[in-house]
């Protein structure tokens, strides 16, 4: 549910308007002029709003939806009670993203959290540091010498920019971030609390103890990756640490030094990268995977959630369990452990 106070929709919509944004079908030419004002879940629905149901399994709900409008799928359109505009499209889920930043963009991308319009003056700016017009740095942020800010970019209360970084346009820096020896391209959003570029774990065994190993490399960050809070991405040893542009990476995420992360990945939270490891295009990361040192997942590969990685992942693979195999290997394990737990509790039943 939206929250007038937080979240105010910028305009109102048509159903016909919706269907040529998101080159959608409407069922009934004759809703056309159906208003949307908002969006809500499929179970929530209500007057005004546009929900979406994608997916067999979610088709009986079609039925007992109140909403103003409906995105989904061909084979659930004709389920949806009479009334509804009913906007039939082959990716309902991401037609209705689209329609949701359009009425509520304050949402899809971070404004100021003060409200100021350009340089606090309780903030601190070396005079070295070069910000192109139309940056905004909220009180408490800290530009340190050298550092390089385009147009557009929110640098956020308490945030600090470290020596010498670099940060395209249309970035976010989030609360109380912090950012060092890093590059960032543009429209790259870094949320509250994040800590990128720090030491990469980095020792060597001596007489006495660990010896720290210098990390001399950089963290890359290309355009329009998002990075979620409290997740650390570590500088490179020697080597930079990379993070391919679209890449999407969750909350309290570890990615040590000298990762290079590809294009188009979506990294769910709790995952762990450890050091040199290298991630191809579009792979998929669940929540809690753990990924061992210098290893390879190949491009479009799928890692279950709470699965560890010991071993490279072929391109386009789906890989799980403790340690992680191919995911059919996997499922046969599984079930294979359980008919024998069932089988030794049933002979355990017979000798009571």
Known sequence: ???????????????????????????????????????????????????????????????????????????????????????????????????????????????????????????????????????????????????????????????????????????????????QYTLIGNRVIIHPGARIGQDGFGFATGASGPERVPQIGRVVIQDNVEIGANTSVDRGALADTVIGENSKIDNLVQIAHNVRIGRNCLIAGLAGISGSVTVGDNVVMGGGVGIADHLTIGAGAHLAAGSGFMNNVPPGEVWGGYPAEPMQTTLRAIATLRKLTAERSKRGRGNG
């Open 1 to 179: 549910m939206t929250d007038p106070v937080f979240f105010v929709a910028t305009r109102r919509f048509s159903a016909l308007e919706v269907a040529n944004l998101v080159g959608a079908e409407l069922a009934d030419p004759g809703q056309a002029d159906i208003v949307i004002t908002g969006i809500a879940s499929a179970a929530q629905g209500g007057d005004g709003a546009l929900v979406y149901l994608d997916g067999a399994r979610n088709a009986h709900l079609a039925a007992q939806i109140n909403a103003a409008a409906l995105l989904c799928t061909p084979d659930i359109a004709a389920m949806a009670r009479p009334g509804i505009a009913v906007l039939v499209s082959k990716r309902p889920q991401t037609a209705f993203a689209l329609i949701g930043r359009l009425l509520f963009p304050a949402a899809a991308s971070p404004v100021a959290m003060t409200g100021e319009t350009g340089i606090s003056a309780r903030a601190h700016i070396d005079p070295t540091a070069r910000l192109e017009a139309g940056v905004i740095v909220e009180p408490g942020a800290v530009i340190g010498p050298d550092v390089a800010i385009g147009s557009g970019t929110i640098v956020a209360p308490n945030a600090v920019v470290g020596r010498s970084c670099q940060i395209g346009r249309d970035c976010y820096i989030g609360p109380s971030a912090s950012l």
